[in-house]
């Protein structure tokens, strides 16, 4: 049996753990080569490869909780951090942490931020500071994740959709994206915008409000809104996303940018 086959058995059947092991351990060796990766797009559409997100949740299982350490910081956990930065081009700045299993391309910089294991980022990509990049998520070139910004992890279940920023995404600062969400190419969202599978996002650019599940359209901008929900004990305001308006197309995707954000009067 080939790797994939070997840990797809031990999945369904964890009695057959131990014999996985070392194919569980090539598996995220790859993965943080960034030979392998969680999830692809193939021909315009995201493909989620399953056995690799089931062999995450068994390394979890066969590694040991052990001390680790660099210099005066130390921590106590299964997976190290990640190692090689220098040749890989990759600039993370104290006290940043990308773990093991995790891939940047070269010139990824990742401030006092977090990526994790089976996360996978792009080259030219900001990670600011205090911003996270949840397990698994794939995070797309050229996208700048503004201080504080979550991306939320989807390990479980293994064929679930993690979240997917794509090229050229600009995500402000505080805001949440969760739930396998995919924010396509060149998109912006607002300040603290809450972006989740479950929770619409209300298209305002027409005559008619139009609801948007589970993505964020290409280019679109997107700021933080409510609407009214009747309740027994009175009418409340829900958060919602508005979708307000669309980047115009340019060369210059920072100049593309600026003018968004000027025209919309989006916080950033």
């Not at 942490?97 to 977090?114: K, L, N, S, T, W």
């Not at 997107?222 to 027994?232: C, D, L």
């Amino acid at each position: 049996m080939n790797d994939q086959q070997i840990i797809e058995a031990a999945y369904a059947d964890l009695g057959r753990l131990a014999e996985a092991s070392d194919a569980v351990e090539r598996t995220i060796a790859a993965l943080d080569r960034g030979d392998l990766r969680v999830a692809e797009k193939v021909d315009g559409e995201w493909i989620v490869h399953t056995w690799v997100k089931e062999a995450i949740l068994l390394y979890f299982r066969l590694a040991e909780v052990r001390t680790m350490g660099a210099g005066p910081f130390e921590w106590y956990d299964k997976i190290p951090t990640k190692t090689g930065l220098a040749d890989a081009g990759v600039r993370v700045v104290p006290p940043g942490i990308i773990r093991y299993g995790a891939f940047c391309e070269p010139g990824v910089v990742v401030m006092p931020g977090y990526v994790n294991i089976g996360a996978r980022v792009g080259t030219g990509t900001m990670v600011d500071t205090w911003a996270t990049v949840g397990s698994c998520a794939q995070i797309g070139r050229d996208v700048h994740l503004s201080g504080g910004v979550g991306i939320g992890g989807v390990l479980e279940p293994p064929g679930a959709r993690p979240v997917i920023i794509e090229d050229g995404a600009f995500i402000g600062s505080r805001s949440i994206v969760v739930e396998g969400v995919v924010v396509e190419e060149g998109a912006v969202l607002g300040a603290n915008t809450a972006i989740s599978a479950s929770i619409p996002i209300i298209d305002v650019t027409g005559a008619e409000p139009v609801e948007i599940r589970g993505r964020v359209p290409r280019n679109a901008i997107i700021v933080p809104g409510a609407r009214a929900k009747e309740f027994a004990a009175g009418v409340y305001h829900l958060q919602t996303p508005l979708l307000i308006g669309y980047r115009t197309e340019s060369t210059d995707r920072k100049t593309s940018l600026n003018e968004a954000l000027r025209t919309f009067e989006v916080e950033v």
